[in-house]
Nanobody
Framework: QVQLVESGGGLVQAGGSLRLSCAAS????????MGWFRQAPGKEREFVAS?????ASTNFVKGRFTISRGNAKNTVHLQMNSLKPEDTAVYYC??????????????WGQGTQVTVSS
């Protein structure tokens, strides 16, 4: 059974940084695409960043967020810098069973809360 487990969320002041991590188990994802989404209160879930099986990344929050794969191949990180109150949301790890992140994810994590205070 595939599981995606996020960690690293928390409370941070505006301008601060957080690093989210996602560990996948139950399947090898090192050649598959993984990504991050977020959902703020009262809003739709939105795409944040993805990384393909070849390592190419796509970031919606350009210049502040960076997605990367960990040394353990079944992990992915989201480095978030210069955080703003509008970045407050539940952040979800997601994974595909394809090399490219297109369409709906095949797997979701349970989410980790990120709260940015002003």
């Amino acid at each position: 059974q595939v599981q995606l487990v996020e960690s690293g969320g928390g409370l941070v002041q505006a301008g601060g940084s957080l690093r989210l991590s996602c560990a996948a188990s139950g399947r090898t994802f090192n050649r598959y695409a993984m990504g991050w989404f977020r959902q703020a209160p009262g809003k739709e879930r939105e795409f944040v960043a993805s990384i393909s099986g070849s390592g190419a990344s796509t970031n919606f929050v350009k210049g502040r967020f960076t997605i990367s794969r960990g040394n353990a191949k079944n992990t992915v990180h989201l480095q978030m810098n210069s955080l703003k109150p509008e970045d407050t949301a539940v952040y979800y790890c997601a994974a595909k069973t394809s090399a490219i992140f297109a369409g709906e994810p095949d797997y979701w994590g349970q989410g980790t809360q990120v709260t940015v205070s002003s």
